[in-house]
């Protein structure tokens, strides 16, 4: 795999040696601890209380400092390291569930998996042994997969979720809107809910056209059942605006920022105020 990637590896000198310094490190830096999770709230645009919060990477990489998932998933994924990180992830989180759950911190924690995982054919067993080990219930997950990658191999994706659902885990569709999906394809996807992608939240206020897709795209999502999800609101503005759209979700730093389960904890009791 290594060799694969070499031959991969795109950009200039300086970048290159940038991702090789990020993918020959990951097995250490999975050993040593480099990789956490951060958790993001989302919260009902009804009454703004926190219903499931995201679980976000983070890598504090020995030399590069903090590297965004944003940089280094693509390498992982191009790297074929990614089924790895996906299950450190599922462990995090499943194993931090079980602690909040014993001190009385019911939350569903979504995490962010790769086409490839749905793909692979032993996604569902995997989350089940890690459910049943930790003793949490898989209503206290979802699953959140990117759309742009969801058709490389539709018929498989579709049978992976739909054993997800049927063990009660949720799943959603990441930034709705950015692949080349059709909505007529995206009805064959038992998907519970869509997060509408963040490119379309900034020229709301500025491009009535951008206005146009918005309201649309949810009216096109809530007519297949799907929850609605806006994530990236940053502004007060913003906000206002998604008001009356039938959002279900939102999510952003105008409500809150990525933070550490501690600060999770600790900000607890303000997230389940209205
Ligand atoms: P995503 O799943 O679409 O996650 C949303 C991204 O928007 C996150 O960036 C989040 O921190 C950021 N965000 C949230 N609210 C705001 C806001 O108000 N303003 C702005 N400017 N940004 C906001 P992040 O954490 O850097 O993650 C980037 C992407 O990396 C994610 O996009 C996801 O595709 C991927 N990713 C993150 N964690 C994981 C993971 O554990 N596994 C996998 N496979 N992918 C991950
Ligand atoms: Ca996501
Ligand atoms: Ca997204
Ligand atoms: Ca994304």
Known sequence: DKYFFASYVKGDDVSQHRQLSIINRLPKALALGELYMVYQPKLTLSDGRCVQVEALMRWEHHQLGVLSPAEFIPLVECAGMIKVVSQWALDQVISQQAKWKQSGLHLQVAVNLSTQ?????????????????????????????????????????????????????????????????????????????????????????????ALHIMKC??????????????????????????????????????????????????????????
């Open 217 to 274: 795209s949810i009216e096109l999502a809530k007519g297949l059942a799907f929850k609605v999800t806006v994530e990236g609101v940053e502004t007060e503005e913003i906000y206002l605006a998604l008001t009356n759209m039938g959002v279900d979700k939102i999510q952003g730093d105008l409500f809150a920022k990525p933070m550490s389960a501690k600060e999770l904890e600790e900000s607890w009791g303000l997230l389940q105020q209205s």
């Open 117 to 209: 995982d749905l793909i692979s054919g032993t996604l569902c067993d995997d989350i089940q042994a890690k459910l049943h080990r930790h003793k949490v219930d898989a209503s206290a997950l979802s699953i959140e997969i990117t759309e742009s990658t969801l058709m490389d191999d539709m018929e498989t994706a579709v049978q992976t979720i739909k054993r997800l659902k049927q063990v009660g885990v949720d799943v959603a569709i990441d930034d709705f809107g950015t692949g080349h999906s059709s909505l007529a394809y995206l009805k064959n996807f038992p998907v519970d809910e869509v997060k509408i992608d963040k490119a379309f939240i900034d020229d709301l206020l500025v491009d009535s056209r």
